[in-house]
């Protein structure tokens, strides 16, 4: 041992640690042999814990505070060493710094597209990504399963493990809320907290709290989404009939503009086509729509018939060539009654028009005399 080392581990008796990186989740405390006087200070500070460690098993974790180190605030230890009878000075301990503070902004996404069933589309293929946050909730359980003896343990050291477990758990999770797609980007926060509250306890095995997970895009493929974008322009520019007509007309007006050549030959294909369609919309109506000139038919006259009074009781309603029959048989006379719809009492067949010529019919001319 160097003469330094030895003054080191002789007159340092002051335990504290100052983050100066942002990353940095558990520090362990380098002392020469890891050598700590007894009365020695240790400083632990908000948003830490120190964990000391004897021979490989974890003793004393203790709280933000300033403490003067004695058998009285190291009891776990006290009881490893045989303290009880004796304190010595220097003592050997490892001490390890948890930082919990809340380490935020860690990246999460798919790496390959999640296969679910929508409502609306059936199979879809999306890729999400967001960020979510994470804290120490149990220093001793964290190294313990995680940092084990590493000196500098820093957020990417477990950063893709849990990724990787908020990634398998996400497709789960999205497939059994049974939201469809279209719907998502309004309900990103309760996806959020809903994601949050399923993946949490399985944070916990580590030692770490998940406080919060945030979803941030979740999107189709390309080919869904510019399919997605032409079902949604149609539905602007008013059906596919107007769609049709409005990208003929996109054609053509950039057929104008690249000038000569083989784009004026694109121009003017578009615009032979445009025209040969409004062209049809004029000859051929479009099915569903009124046919503003159509001449129509006169309406059908009213062709009800009259009921006749035969011994007081109505019969009928007979028609006219049925009327003719009955009058040209006799059964129906000039004084018959009769009445039809409309009419507010029973009347001579005589005195209605549709049938008094019927009656005319059967009287002859007088006949014309020599003189």
Known sequence: MGLMDWLFGEFVDVIEWTDDTADTMVYRFERYGNEIKYGAKLVVRESQVAV??????IADVIDPGLYELETKNLPILTKLQHWDHGFKSPFKAEVYYCNTKRFVDLKWGTKNPIMLRDPEFDAVRLRAFGTYAVRISDPSTFI???TGTDANFTTDEISNQLRNLIVSRF?????????????LAANYDQLSSFITEKI????????????????ENISLPT?????????????????????IKYQSGQALEKGAAHGSGIHDG???????????QL???????????????????????????FHIAVN?????????????????SGQITAETLVWQSGMQEWQSAADQQALNHLFDRLTPPPIPSDD
């Open 223 to 243: 080919e869904v989404e510019q399919a997605l974008d032409k079902r949604t322009s149609i539905g602007i520019v008013g059906g596919l009939d107007k769609y």
């Open 312 to 328: 007081n009781k109505p019969e009928g309603p007979y028609n006219i060539s049925e009327l003719t029959a009955k009058i040209q």
């Open 171 to 183: 497709a789960s999770v999205i497939g059994g809320a049974g939201i469809p797609i279209l719907d």
């Open 200 to 215: 949490a306890p399985e944070f916990e095995t580590y030692g770490l709290e998940l406080t919060k997970i945030l979803v």
């Open 52 to 57: 000391f460690v004897n021979e490989g098993e």
């Open 279 to 305: 062209g049809d919309s004029i000859s051929q109506p479009q099915s569903g729509q009124a046919q503003t000139n159509e001449v129509k038919p006169p309406p059908i006259p009213d062709s009800s018939g």
């Open 144 to 146: 313990r399963e995680i």
């Open 266 to 276: 694109i121009g003017i294909g578009a615009g032979v086509a445009l025209g040969k």
